[in-house]
């Protein structure tokens, strides 16, 4: 089969179309015939070696298709059920194992693209609004990168829960794109200081809890956003990791909560996975969450997308195709 893999970290070019054999599912596991393919910046994370893998390895968290072949003792899937899923290594490729546990039912009415782009960062939205921090009604957050795949989907969430949203994005097209996802404010945060705006926003009074995704540009000024015993979330680094970080910051600066979350941690098991893909599903069927699928690739050229991505070039999902 084809599959996509890296042999040494790198630039987009260290991802080579390889020919593999078709992987066998073992007990407990599934293997996926790959319809459609989520990127994510994690991709970026793991081909850079930032979150290092052992090599030669195929890349890609996030994917639909229908289950193919199933290993011993399987229940929670059978051959021909549509399926997506999301944190599992593997599937930039035209077929994938993964724990039969961990795949989720694709209802008739999300097409398999659909599947692939709501998985990762939808979950991720998902986690982040209702458990991280339960957003509420008179809550106002601050969301990095409003106008990216995770960003627009923050922003419909919680507006959902009532929370009044303020995104910051790098360009005036991105915010566009985030305010008809629903944002109250937009600030572009390439040309003006994100930090004295979000206090004349909040009346000197700063945000309840800021999204924080940018991670080395942004960490610090977003303390100052909070107001105290705000929560500042940083749940990742699209600008480099934050430096390290002295606690005793957190009380100088309002008794702040600082959390760095992962989406591992939230889909502990399967009532829990199965729960937030099931709201996604809905959401995304009845039209009341939109996806934006920003461009599609074919698998082959996974570089290019990679290169889109990590250049800021892209609003919303990136999805590869076989
Ligand atoms: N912890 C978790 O559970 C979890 C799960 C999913 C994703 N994440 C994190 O969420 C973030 C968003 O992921 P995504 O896949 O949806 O990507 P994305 O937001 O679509 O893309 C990254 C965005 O970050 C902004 N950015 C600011 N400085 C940047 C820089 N120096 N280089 C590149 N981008 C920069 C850009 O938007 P502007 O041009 O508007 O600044 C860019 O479009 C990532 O940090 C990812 O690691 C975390």
């Not at 229940?75 to 021909?80: F, H, I, L, M, S």
């Not at 509420?136 to 795949?149: F, V």
């Not at 502990?268 to 709201?279: H, P, W």
Request: charged share 20%; proline share 5%; aromatic share 6%.
């Amino acid at each position: 089969m084809k599959a996509i893999r890296i042999h040494n970290y790198g630039g987009p070019e260290a991802l080579s179309l390889e020919d593999i054999a078709v992987p066998e599912p073992k007990a407990g596991e599934a293997r996926v015939k790959i319809a459609a393919i989520g990127l994510n910046y994690i991709d970026i994370y793991q081909r850079t070696g930032l979150y290092p893998l052992p090599t030669p390895v195929t890349l890609g968290m996030e994917g639909a298709g229908i289950v193919d072949a199933i290993g011993g003792g399987v229940t929670e899937v059978k051959a021909g059920d549509r399926v997506a899923y999301a944190m599992i290594l593997g599937s930039y490729a035209e077929y994938a194992i993964v724990p039969a546990a961990k795949l989720a039912p694709l209802p008739a009415n999300v097409d398999f693209k659909s599947g692939a782009a709501i998985m990762l960062q939808g979950m991720t939205a998902h986690y982040l609004t209702h458990d991280t921090y339960p957003l509420k009604r008179g809550d106002t957050a601050l969301i990095h990168a409003a106008a990216g795949g995770v960003g627009l989907l923050l922003i419909q969430i919680a507006k959902m829960l009532g929370a009044r949203v303020i995104g910051t994005v790098g360009t005036e097209a991105k915010a566009q794109l985030a305010k008809q996802a629903g944002a109250d404010d937009v600030i572009l945060y390439t040309q003006t200081d994100f930090l004295a705006e979000v206090k004349k926003l909040t009346e000197g009074k700063g945000a309840h809890i800021v999204y924080d995704s940018v991670g080395a540009t942004t960490f610090e000024k977003s303390l100052d956003c909070l107001r105290p015993r705000g929560y500042i979330v940083l749940f990742g680094q699209s600008s480099g990791p934050v430096a390290p970080f002295d606690p005793g910051k957190l009380a100088a600066k309002g008794s702040l909560f600082l959390t760095r979350p992962s989406l591992a941690h939230y889909m502990l098991d399967r009532d829990e996975l199965l729960q937030r893909a099931n709201d996604l599903f809905n959401w995304t069927a009845s039209g009341k969450l939109k996806l934006r699928i920003d461009s599609t690739f074919s698998l082959q050229d996974a570089a290019d997308a990679h290169r889109q991505l990590e250049g800021r070039k892209t609003t919303g999902k990136i999805v590869l195709v076989q």
